[in-house]
């Protein structure tokens, strides 16, 4: 009996606690600031203005982007230079880009194929954010095949993706 009053007197407590506390008006809730993270939309959005601002010639394209140790997403550096090639694709729509995408030797042949097929993606998936035509890039996954250096302790520089800008798809 007597839990039964005490749980009685804690919700009616709590219950007029809570339909006492004071209530914001619309107008507090309007003019409060809210923090709203930013999303990749938002970045590739900025990135897509950016791109369209100024073209650049063909011959100034970046030649390539590189990658971390068994990872393909984009770095800063990297995505800075996928917006310089669509600049230079949005000025020019008769370009075509090849992007050849490569691995160093350390893992199996295998898993160089298909780590260097999805980092080419991923710069082909940036661009196409960026709104360059899908049917315009091409992407060429070599694997560990066409190594820049073969020095262990410059493998960094096989892990990359170059590009190829073409008129007329050639």
């Known amino acids: 009996m007597w839990g039964r009053r005490c749980l009685l007197l804690t919700t009616l407590f709590l219950v007029v606690c809570v339909g006492c506390s ?4 619309i107008e507090e809730v309007l003019d409060s600031p809210v923090y709203v993270q930013p999303s990749e939309d938002v970045a590739a959005m900025e990135a897509r203005e950016v791109a369209k601002k100024q073209p650049l010639s063909l011959t100034s394209a970046p030649a390539s982007v590189y990658f971390d140790f068994d ?3 984009l770095r800063q550096a990297s995505t800075d230079a996928l917006a310089e090639v669509a600049q ?3 000025a020019d729509q008769s370009l075509t880009l090849i992007i050849d995408a490569h691995a160093c030797p350390i893992g199996t042949n295998e898993w160089n194929l298909a780590l260097s ?3 080419g993606h991923e710069c082909k998936r940036y661009l196409v954010a960026l709104e360059v035509e899908e049917s315009r890039i091409q992407v060429v996954a070599w694997g560990e ?3 820049k250096t073969t020095d262990p302790l410059k ?4 892990r990359r993706c170059d590009f190829t800008l073409s008129e007329g798809g050639k």
Do not use: T
């Open 155 to 158: 493998y960094e520089q096989n």
């Open 88 to 90: 230079i694709m949005f």
């Open 71 to 73: 990872r393909y997403n």
């Open 117 to 119: 097929d999805r980092r």
């Open 22 to 25: 004071k209530k914001k008006s």
């Open 145 to 147: 095949e066409h190594p």
